[in-house]
């Protein structure tokens, strides 16, 4: 499966539809959006960018419960902390915001989950504790450039996007 990865949208609905639109380029068929969405006009963008969506919170979302409504509505599978993908092989990749680190740690000693997701800290991580592979896409706001992820989970490859022009 092709994943794309993307956080940190802060409201930036034109670099969100931006990454989505490359992601889709890329050969993704679904999205992982690990928080820190901004509002509402974000969710609808991923909500209606023809991918299958993730979306958890993130720190400096408002509103937890309005916007969590709002993605429902709109086909995406949302958590104010952490939301589960399972991928066509059995295993699992679970995605959060970062923003919590005893909740982002337990995700990874925890052992069950292929990959563990996360944003908050702006910084891109690809990193390995034992049999979980961490990820974080960096940001598409504040971010010079802005940056997301595509992973293959059948290859087990990941490549970083910089989102051009922004």
Same mark, same amino acid.
């Given at each position: 499966?092709?994943?794309?990865?993307?956080?940190?949208?802060?409201?930036?609905?034109?670099?969100?539809?931006?990454?989505?639109?490359? =992601?889709? #380029?890329?050969?993704?068929? @679904?999205?992982? *959006?690990?928080? !820190?969405?901004?509002? %509402?006009?974000? &969710?609808?963008?991923?909500?209606?960018?023809?991918?299958?969506?993730?979306?958890?919170?993130?720190?400096?979302?408002?509103?937890?419960?309005?916007?969590?409504?709002?993605?429902?509505?709109?086909?995406?599978?949302?958590?104010?902390?952490?939301?589960?993908?399972? =991928?066509? #092989?059995?295993?699992?990749? @679970?995605?959060? *915001?970062?923003? !919590?680190?005893?909740? %982002?740690?337990? &995700?990874?000693?925890?052992?069950?989950?292929?990959?563990?997701?996360?944003?908050?800290?702006?910084?891109?991580?690809?990193?390995?504790?034992?049999?979980?592979?961490?990820?974080?896409?960096?940001?598409?706001?504040?971010?010079?450039?802005?940056?997301?992820?595509? =992973?293959?989970?059948?290859?087990?490859?990941?490549?970083?996007?910089?989102?051009?022009?922004?």
């Amino acid at each position: 499966m092709i994943i794309g990865i993307v956080s940190d949208s802060h409201g930036r609905t034109d670099r969100l539809a931006a990454a989505l639109e490359l =992601l889709r #380029d890329r050969g993704a068929r @679904a999205v992982v *959006h690990c928080g !820190d969405v901004g509002g %509402l006009e974000d &969710l609808k963008v991923l909500g209606r960018c023809g991918l299958v969506a993730w979306a958890v919170l993130g720190n400096v979302d408002r509103h937890v419960q309005r916007l969590l409504e709002a993605a429902w509505g709109l086909g995406i599978d949302a958590s104010a902390e952490v939301v589960q993908v399972d =991928l066509s #092989d059995g295993r699992r990749l @679970a995605a959060t *915001h970062g923003h !919590d680190g005893a909740q %982002l740690r337990e &995700l990874i000693a925890q052992g069950q989950f292929a990959y563990v997701c996360h944003g908050h800290s702006h910084l891109r991580r690809d990193d390995r504790v034992g049999g979980t592979r961490i990820i974080n896409p960096g940001a598409l706001h504040r971010s010079i450039p802005p940056s997301l992820a595509v =992973l293959d989970t059948v290859a087990d490859r990941l490549e970083f996007l910089e989102l051009p022009g922004h």
